[in-house]
């Protein structure tokens, strides 16, 4: 069971939009809606930002969004802030194991 | 507050035995699935194996499979994750994390982390 496949890393100005996609098969996200997106800063925990492919949990600032076309989900961060700098992992159910699988991160870089 | 605390950092040598724990509180800990996670050195994380305290099923990940124990102690709301012959190749640090409607939700919940380091 492979890795959700991730940019390694995408980049943006203050208050801009970026998008970070995470594509899988038909056996993980196109089977089902269960995709989950994490922050994690460095040296810290990670957080959980979007579950069930476009909710989000209390707290979560509603700058983040995600979304879900065919075997690639998206996140999405708008007005890009400082503090948004990390590295994002997402991941889905897959049937091929019964359990978790997780992309390989991606690195958000605020110029 | 609903909270996973893990154990401390552990040092060891290849070969010995080791038994890190993840204890709940706040939350019915038989109710909800509690997952295992490593992150090595620099890299990403990995599913390793996720456990229902209720009844304790488990399910490995393959590659994790034969090579570490997940269990709990549902009288005392702990989540374990041992070994029992450690390799250089399985320093890193290890995060559990409560799963909110497995497979539906998410890890909603993050331990700590605990920072294995396995050298001769």
């Known amino acids: 069971q492979?890795?959700?496949t991730q940019p390694a890393s995408v980049s943006g100005s203050p208050g801009q939009s970026i998008t970070i996609s995470c594509t899988g098969t038909s056996s993980d996200i196109g089977a089902y809606n269960y995709v989950s997106w994490y922050q994690q800063h460095?040296?810290?925990?990670?957080?959980?930002?979007?579950?069930d492919v476009t909710n989000r949990p209390?707290?979560?600032?509603?700058r983040f969004?995600?979304?879900k076309s065919g075997n690639t989900a998206s996140l999405t961060i708008s007005g890009l802030q400082a503090e948004d700098e990390a590295d994002y992992y997402c991941t889905s159910y897959t049937t091929s194991i019964a359990l978790g699988v997780f992309g390989g991160g991606t690195k958000l870089t605020v110029l | 507050e609903?909270?996973?605390?893990?154990?401390?950092?552990?040092?060891?040598?290849p070969g010995e035995s080791l038994k890190i724990s993840c204890k709940g509180s706040g939350y019915s800990f038989t109710s909800y699935w509690i997952g295992w996670v490593r992150q090595m050195p620099g890299k990403g994380l990995e599913w390793m194996g996720i456990i229902y305290p209720g009844d304790s099923d488990t399910r490995y990940r393959p590659s994790f499979q034969g090579q570490v124990t997940i269990s709990a102690d549902k009288s005392i709301s702990t989540a374990?994750?041992?070994?029992?012959?450690?390799?250089?190749?399985?320093?890193a640090m290890y995060y559990c994390a409560r799963?909110?409607?497995?497979?539906?939700g998410a890890f909603d919940i993050w331990g700590q982390g605990t920072?294995?380091?396995?050298?001769?």
């Open chain 1, 2 to 4: 492979s890795a959700l």
């Open chain 1, 42 to 51: 460095p040296g810290k925990a990670p957080k959980l930002m979007i579950y």
């Open chain 1, 58 to 62: 209390s707290g979560v600032s509603n």
């Open chain 1, 65 to 67: 969004s995600g979304s």
């Open chain 2, 2 to 13: 609903v909270q996973l605390v893990q154990s401390g950092a552990e040092v060891k040598k």
């Open chain 2, 80 to 91: 374990y994750l041992q070994w029992s012959s450690l390799k250089a190749s399985d320093t």
């Open chain 2, 99 to 104: 799963h909110s409607a497995f497979p539906q």
């Open chain 2, 115 to 120: 920072m294995v380091t396995v050298s001769s």
